[in-house]
């Protein structure tokens, strides 16, 4: 018998049985569905994630005061306060090899007003001109803050959008005074929308020179100190490097914390992907669950049929020929609905980024290639126990059936 | 057609020596067929007649392949066939055999014009070579008109008409018939032994007839009669 005359009458006979295989169609369908939807949603969250790690640049390193590590050993003697992370200790850095555009940040709280009298509280940022390579900051109007002596307290200052927006809602803010707690700034610029970033809106902060903000605060220590390594540098060079100045600088003590960005994302990036692959996993037994009902409805369909395989095989049918008409039938089912259900998920999929289109909604191609294989493997596997048991019927026997 | 050459060759086209056929009932074991010898001639006509479980229609079986005795042999056409495969059984079915039953088993989703072309699907026989043949049986058999039609829409008579047809499409020299009145009237029942008897005659289709009915059975030119799986009477006139 041709594979075309196979496929016909297996089509035949499931036609015959409309709504049982549309049934079947519609629980094979929506195995695919969930594994394709539970997968995009997975790798959607790795990939937002991870994009937001990225967006602070790649290669940063990040130096924050006192350590976080247990090291075990005795307790120290004397109090355990670290050391403030200095300007000083930020110009040694800079110096090392390993590391380009050193840039210190000195966070703080302050009411921000115009001499219009719009006035609003916001975060104040202590930096300077290597920032913005830093953290690729792009400007919609003006300059970022100038090079400068770190510590020269200049009066100028770079605004976010939300802040130009809310505070100079009529006029252009470039070349304007802005009034910084008991301060006044000139503005130099206007970054452009960045978005939430993860760490800090740069929508909503004032950028000043590191020794302005150290004024502003009269505070000397620095909350950050951030570096990029150059490409070609280890990072583990770069990391013992730095350990080495500040300690040199420190008394011998190892009192800062370093992280790089890379470390964070592998990490975030190696959670998330288990993650999905989980959920994939939870997909993947409706697909199982489908497949047993493909058995299921395939051996119904053996016994109510026992009489045609009979007859099939009195007007010649082969075993062999009998167990690839049932084989095709369950591959038709499988088939059929992971192809409906592929349709149905990517449709989902879809609408899921039509409706939030600032959600980088992304189908992981391997789940799209896997889910309808799984569909079709358990068809075929939980076909093959019913076809066999339909072409080792007896044709006397089984015709004998009424 | 063609002449009735096929009766005219000598030698048996069905040589069985010595079948036995056991079947396992429970505790018990019953002989369904013992020790039968039987040689049929190409083209012959026979009837073979018994009591219930006298073993006519397992008899039928056996020489219809779809039965393998418990001992004996069995040839058919030059082949010893107990040494077949289940296989090459199927293939000797599909080519030398055709089949028609006391219930009809046609296939009740499919038309009449599919059910006739069932061993030729089967056979992998290509889609126009098919349609040729199952619209000239048809025709031959004067239910071209109901081609289209389904089981449930025909009459018993020419629901049989039907399984003749297909019995008949892939040009079998045994045809094999298992009551085939038994579930039709008398006028539609002389119509299907008419039919059959046509091809035995014209097509030199050797023709056995399974039947309880007396009427059917005296019109064979052989007439076999069974008792508890054996041959008791065979009559040739």
Do not use: C
């Not at chain 1, 569905?33 to 640049?57: M, N």
């Not at chain 2, 001992?71 to 040494?83: E, F, I, N, P």
Request: proline share 4%.
């Amino acid at each position: 018998m041709t594979w075309r005359d196979t496929l016909a009458l297996a089509m035949q006979s499931l036609g015959a049985h409309l709504l049982r295989t549309a049934l079947i169609l519609l629980a094979m369908s929506i195995g695919v569905i969930a594994v394709v939807l539970l997968t995009t949603l997975g790798e959607t969250g790795r990939r937002y994630i991870t994009d937001e790690f990225q967006s602070l640049g790649t290669n940063l390193l990040i130096m924050l005061p006192g350590r976080n590590e247990t090291t075990g050993g005795a307790p120290p003697m004397l109090g355990a306060t670290p050391r403030d992370l200095t300007l000083g200790d930020m110009l040694a850095l800079e110096r090392s090899p390993y590391l380009d555009k050193v840039t210190p940040v000195l966070v703080g709280g302050a009411p921000v007003s115009t001499s219009d009298g719009l006035e609003r509280e916001t975060t104040i940022l202590g930096t300077t001109a290597a920032m913005q390579r830093v953290r690729n900051l792009t400007l919609a109007q003006g300059t970022f803050l100038p090079v400068l002596d770190p510590y020269r307290a200049a009066p100028v200052a770079v605004i976010g959008e939300t802040i130009r927006a809310e505070l100079f809602p009529r006029r252009g803010a470039v070349g304007e005074w802005l009034q910084v707690g008991d301060r006044r700034f000139r503005i130099l610029g206007v970054l452009a929308d960045e978005g939430v970033s993860v760490g800090v809106n740069f929508n909503d902060v004032v950028l000043v020179p590191v020794a302005s903000a150290q004024q502003l605060f009269n505070r000397e220590g620095l909350f950050r100190v951030m570096a990029e390594m150059p490409a070609a540098v280890d990072p583990q060079r770069a990391i013992a490097d730095a350990r080495r100045i500040i300690m040199l600088r420190h008394e011998g003590e190892d009192d800062v914390t370093l992280i790089t960005q890379d470390s964070l994302v592998s990490t975030f990036d190696r959670i998330l992907g288990a993650v999905t692959y989980g959920i994939a996993g939870i997909g993947a037994i409706s697909l199982l669950v489908a497949g047993i009902l493909i058995m299921n409805v395939m051996l119904v369909s053996v016994a109510q049929r026992t009489a045609e395989v009979g007859l099939l095989k009195a007007l010649g049918g082969s075993a062999g020929i009998i167990r690839r008409l049932f084989l095709t039938e369950a591959l038709l089912l499988s088939g059929l609905g992971a192809a409906l259900g592929l349709a149905i998920g990517v449709l989902l999929a879809m609408t899921l980024g039509y409706l939030w289109p600032r959600v980088p909604f992304t189908m992981p191609a391997w789940a799209l290639v896997a889910a309808p294989t799984v569909a079709l493997v358990t068809g075929l596997l939980f076909g093959v126990m019913p076809a066999r048991r339909a072409a080792r019927l007896d044709p006397v026997v089984a015709l004998a059936k009424r | 057609m063609t002449t009735a050459s096929g009766a005219t060759v000598p030698g048996s086209v069905i040589e069985l020596s010595g079948i036995d056929r056991d079947f396992q009932l429970g505790e018990q074991v019953v002989h369904a067929l013992a020790g039968v010898d039987l040689r049929i001639a190409s083209g012959e006509y026979v009837s073979v007649m018994g009591p219930s479980g006298s073993g006519k229609s397992t008899l039928l079986n056996v020489v219809a392949l779809m039965d393998r005795p418990s001992r004996g042999r069995y040839v058919l056409r030059d082949t010893d066939v107990t040494a077949l495969d289940d296989d090459e059984l199927a293939r000797a079915r599909r080519e030398h055999i055709g089949f028609v039953f006391q219930s009809f088993h046609l296939v009740a989703r499919m038309t009449a014009f599919q059910n006739v072309e069932l061993p030729l699907t089967l056979a992998g026989i290509a889609p126009a070579e098919r349609r040729a043949r199952v619209t000239r049986a048809l025709e031959e058999l004067g239910i071209a008109d109901r081609a289209r039609h389904r089981p449930d829409q025909l009459s018993g008579g020419q629901r049989q008409r039907v399984a003749i047809a297909r019995a008949g499409i892939m040009r079998p020299e045994i045809l094999l018939a298992d009551e085939p009145t038994g579930n039709l009237d008398s006028a539609s029942g002389a119509q299907v032994i008419d039919i059959m008897e046509r091809l035995n005659r014209e097509q030199g289709v050797t023709l056995i007839v399974v039947t309880h009915d007396a009427a059917v059975g005296e019109r064979a030119r052989r007439r076999i009669r069974m008792h508890d799986g054996r041959i008791v009477a065979d009559i040739s006139s």
